[in-house]
C-alpha cells in the first residue's frame, strides 16, 4: 500500500513539473528576417573586417601550405584588407553583385592568385581545400569589434563538391572566377598542386546558412573562406549528354536556376535557355522545345537544337 501510494505521488508530481516546464518555456519560433535588412546588417559585419584587419600570405611553391592566409588584426605594414580593393596587381579585393531573394547583394572576394588552368562554371564539381570562419560583432563600453571564429578546414580534400548541389549558394557565386593549377603525382601516390587558384570569400548570410545556421554557426552569420581550387569536373545535371558548361550559351561561365521565381526574379538576365520555357538548359532534358529528348537526338545523330530536323 505505502509503495503504491509512493508512485502514485511520485507520478503525479512528475507530471505536474512537466505540465509547468511547458508552460513556462513555450518554444516561440522566430519568423525569419527581412532579407534586405539582414543584408545591411552583413555588409556592415564584413566591412568592419575587411577595414581593421589585414592578411598574410604564405609563398610555397608546389607545397600543401602555399597560398596559405593568416588574418589578423595586427598591423602588418601592408594595409587593412579593403586597401586592397580593385587593386591593379594580386592580392586584389574584387566585388560581385549577386540578384537573389529579391535584393542584389554585394559580395566581396580576395584574388591572391587567379589560377592558370579551367574555371568551373557555377555548377560543375571542385576539388578544394577551404578554412571557414563566422563573423560576429561585439560592443564594450561603446566600442563595437568584429571577431572572426573559427568552425572548419579541410587541408587535404578526398572528394568533389558540386557547386550546384553541395554546398552553400555563395561558393556557386564566388569560385567560377578562380582557376584550376597543375598537379604532379609522386611516387608515393602523394599529389602536389601548383599554379592553382586561391581566394577568400566574404559571403553575407543570405549566401549562407541565414536563418537556419548549420552546426556551431549561429543564424544569421555573414561566413568567411579561405579557399584554394586545385581540381575540377565537369558535371551534366539533366543527364542529356551535354556537359553543363557546354549549356552555357552567353559564355559567361554562370548559369542560373530560373525555375524558382521567388529566388530568383524574373528581371533577371543572361538566362542559358533556348526553347524560352523558363527552364535553363543545363536542366532541360529537351532544350529545344520540340518534344524530342535532346539525349535522344544525339543518339538520333540529329540536331539537338533545330526544330525542323525531325520527320
Not at 142 to 150: K, R
Not at 240 to 263: A, F, H, K, P
Not at 268 to 289: A, H, K, M, S
Request: aromatic share 14%; glycine share 8%.
Amino acid at each position: 500500500m505505502n509503495k503504491f501510494k509512493f508512485y502514485f505521488i511520485l507520478s503525479i508530481t512528475t507530471l505536474l513539473l512537466f505540465s509547468c516546464s511547458k508552460d513556462d518555456n513555450t518554444f516561440v519560433e522566430e519568423p525569419p528576417r527581412d532579407y534586405g535588412e539582414q543584408f545591411t546588417l552583413d555588409n556592415e559585419i564584413i566591412e568592419a573586417y575587411l577595414n581593421s584587419n589585414y592578411i598574410n600570405i604564405t609563398e610555397a611553391p608546389g607545397e600543401q601550405a602555399d597560398q596559405d592566409v593568416e588574418i589578423t588584426s595586427v598591423d602588418n605594414g601592408k594595409g587593412t584588407i579593403m586597401s586592397y580593393l580593385n587593386s591593379s596587381t594580386f592580392p586584389k579585393l574584387l566585388t560581385k553583385e549577386v540578384p537573389l531573394n529579391g535584393i542584389t547583394y554585394k559580395v566581396y572576394y580576395l584574388v591572391l592568385r587567379e589560377g592558370k588552368g579551367e574555371k568551373p562554371t557555377n555548377v560543375d564539381d571542385v576539388l578544394t581545400s577551404y578554412k571557414g570562419h563566422y563573423l560576429y560583432q561585439t560592443t564594450t563600453n561603446d566600442v563595437t569589434s568584429t571577431s572572426a571564429i573559427f568552425f572548419e578546414e579541410v587541408k587535404y580534400p578526398q572528394s568533389m563538391f558540386n557547386l550546384y548541389s553541395d554546398v552553400i549558394r555563395g561558393w556557386g557565386e564566388i569560385f567560377h572566377n578562380f582557376k584550376t593549377g597543375d598537379y604532379v603525382e609522386g611516387v608515393d601516390g602523394h599529389v602536389k598542386y601548383s599554379d592553382f587558384g586561391a581566394g577568400v570569400m566574404f559571403l553575407p548570410s543570405g549566401l549562407a546558412y541565414f536563418s537556419a545556421g548549420f552546426g556551431s554557426i549561429p543564424t544569421y552569420s555573414p561566413l568567411v573562406f579561405s579557399f584554394k581550387l586545385y581540381a575540377l569536373k565537369r558535371a551534366d545535371q539533366d543527364g542529356d549528354g551535354i556537359l553543363s558548361y557546354l549549356e552555357d550559351l552567353n559564355g559567361d561561365g554562370y548559369m542560373n536556376d530560373y525555375r524558382n521565381t521567388v529566388t530568383y526574379p524574373s528581371t533577371i538576365v543572361n538566362l542559358d535557355d533556348t526553347d524560352g520555357d523558363g527552364i535553363p538548359n543545363y536542366l532541360d532534358i529537351d532544350d529545344d522545345g520540340d518534344g524530342y529528348t535532346t539525349k535522344l537526338e544525339i543518339l538520333k545523330g540529329t540536331d539537338y537544337l533545330d526544330k525542323n530536323s525531325h520527320p
